[in-house]
C-alpha cells in the first residue's frame, strides 16, 4: 500500500479489477475446448467447501452442463464440518453428481508410522491422496481432473507438487485471490463461501493466511506488480510496501518455480520432449489413459 501526500494510505486493488463477465466467458471457453480436446466431455472437480473450488465447479457446470461435472468431497478425520457443509451447498445449488470418500482409512497407516511426524508432512499425505482419489475416478467417470488454485497460490508455491497441483487443467490459476472473489460475486456464489476465511482444512484451525504470515490482499499486491507490471523489488518497495515483504515475497516465486513447471528434461537429441517437441494447442485429440 502507497501513502500519499496527506499521508493516507492507498492500495494497488483497484489495479486488480476485472472484466468478470468478459473472464465467465473466457473461462467457460477454455474449460470446454481443454476437455474437448483431450476427446473427453466431463470434469472430475475437487470440492473443498472454499472458494476457488467453488468457484471452478460454477465455472465447470456452465462450461460442460451441470451432470457432466462429478465432485468430490474428501474429508479427512480432523476435516472441519463447515466444509463439508458449504461443499453439499454448491452440490446441491449446481445439482452436481457427486460422491463424499473419506481419506482417513487411507492416510492414517503413513501417518501413525510416523508419530513425530509435522502438521506440514501430514496435509501434504492428504493433498496427494485426494490426487488419488479424484485421478481414480477420472477413469471410472470418464472425465478429466480440473484444478482449483488460484493465481496468488501458484505463484507462492503455496500447493503440494503431485497433489492439488497435479491436475490436467487449471482454469483460474490466472486470478489472484482478490479477483476469484470478484467472479464468485459475479457467479452468485453462496455469501457464506464467499466471505469465510480460506484454508486448506489440512488441521483444526488451519487458515491460509496465518500459515502464510500475511494476508492475500497484501500479497496480490504485490505479486500484481512484480508480475504482472514486472516493477523490480525496489520499486515495488516504492509503491509504499515494507522492502523485507517485498524481497520475501520474491524470494518465494523463485523458491517455488519447479512447482509451476513439468519435470525439466536433460537434452540429447535434436527434439527433446519439452525443449524443441512442443505440441499445439490447435489439435484434436483423443481420449486415452489419465
Not at 476457488?52 to 457432466?68: F, I, P, Q
Amino acid at each position: 500500500m502507497k501513502a500519499n501526500e496527506a499521508g493516507q494510505v492507498t492500495s494497488v486493488l483497484p489495479r486488480l479489477k476485472i472484466n468478470t463477465a468478459l473472464a465467465t466467458r473466457i473461462l467457460t471457453g477454455f474449460i470446454r475446448d481443454s476437455i474437448e480436446k483431450a476427446g473427453m466431455r466431463r470434469a472430475v472437480i475437487g470440492l473443498s467447501g472454499g472458494i476457488d473450488s467453488a468457484v471452478s465447479a460454477y465455472l465447470a457446470a456452465e462450461a460442460l452442463g451441470r451432470d457432466n461435472v462429478l465432485a468430490l468431497r474428501m474429508p479427512y478425520t480432523t476435516s472441519s464440518p463447515e466444509s463439508l457443509r458449504d461443499a453439499g451447498a454448491v452440490i446441491e445449488d449446481l445439482s452436481l453428481p457427486h460422491l463424499t470418500l473419506s481419506i482417513s482409512e487411507m492416510a492414517d497407516p503413513l501417518i501413525e508410522r510416523f508419530p513425530a511426524m509435522s502438521k506440514l508432512r501430514k496435509g501434504n499425505i492428504m493433498a496427494r491422496l485426494r490426487m488419488i482419489a479424484l485421478y481414480d475416478q477420472s477413469m471410472a467417470w470418464g472425465g478429466l481432473v480440473m484444478g482449483t488454485s488460484n493465481k496468488t497460490e501458484f505463484l507462492l508455491g503455496y500447493s503440494t507438487i503431485y497433489g492439488d497441483s497435479g491436475v490436467a487443467l487449471h482454469p483460474i490459476a490466472d486470478l489472484y485471490k482478490c479477483q476469484v472473489r470478484q467472479l464468485a460475486r459475479h457467479l452468485g456464489l453462496p455469501d457464506a463461501i464467499v466471505r469465510k476465511p480460506p484454508s486448506a482444512d489440512l488441521w483444526v484451525g488451519q487458515t491460509d493466511e496465518d500459515e502464510l504470515g500475511f494476508t492475500y490482499d497484501e500479497a496480490d499486491q504485490v505479486l500484481f506488480l512484480l508480475v504482472d507490471e514486472r516493477y523490480t523489488v525496489d520499486e515495488a518497495a516504492a509503491e509504499g510496501f515494507e522492502r523485507d515483504f517485498v524481497v520475501k515475497i520474491w524470494e518465494r516465486v523463485k523458491a517455488n518455480h519447479y512447482k509451476r513447471t513439468m519435470p525439466n528434461i536433460a537434452k540429447l537429441s535434436k527434439r527433446s520432449i519439452g525443449h524443441d517437441f512442443l505440441y499445439l494447442r490447435d489439435y484434436t485429440g483423443r481420449a486415452g489413459r489419465v
